[in-house]
Nanobody, 125 residues
């Protein structure tokens, strides 16, 4: 069973950086794809980034490509989201998720089985 716990987000100035982490306190982490999604106030949850079970393939939303990097450490059962050049429109609740049914990764939240509790990221001066 996968149990995901995200790090605390925070308040960052525009142009700043922040790294989110998500640790699985359960089992079989290495056979899952991992993803990050976000939900801004008044908007639907949207895909941000995903990484396949081996960590060799990554996917990004166009809105974050070139600014965000997803990575994985299977030994620590952790997935990270490094966010650079943050913009006000990146403000949202960020959630990590695990997918057993699509170990190669997916940008569809319907493919993810387990979710973290979410963490607030606010980009503001």
């Amino acid at each position: 069973q996968v149990q995901l716990v995200e790090s605390v987000g925070g308040l960052v100035q525009p142009g700043g950086s922040l790294r989110l982490s998500c640790v699985d306190s359960g089992r079989t982490f290495s056979t899952y794809a991992m993803g990050w999604f976000r939900q801004a106030p008044g908007k639907e949850r949207e895909f941000v980034a995903a990484i396949n079970w081996s960590g060799r393939r990554t996917y990004y939303a166009d809105s974050v490509k070139g600014r965000f990097t997803i990575s994985m450490d299977n030994a620590k059962k952790a997935v990270y989201l490094q966010m650079n050049s943050l913009k006000s429109e990146d403000t949202a609740i960020y959630s990590c998720a695990a997918s057993a049914r699509r170990p190669d990764g997916s940008n569809s939240e319907a493919q993810y089985d387990s979710w973290g509790q979410g963490t607030q990221v606010t980009v503001s001066s």
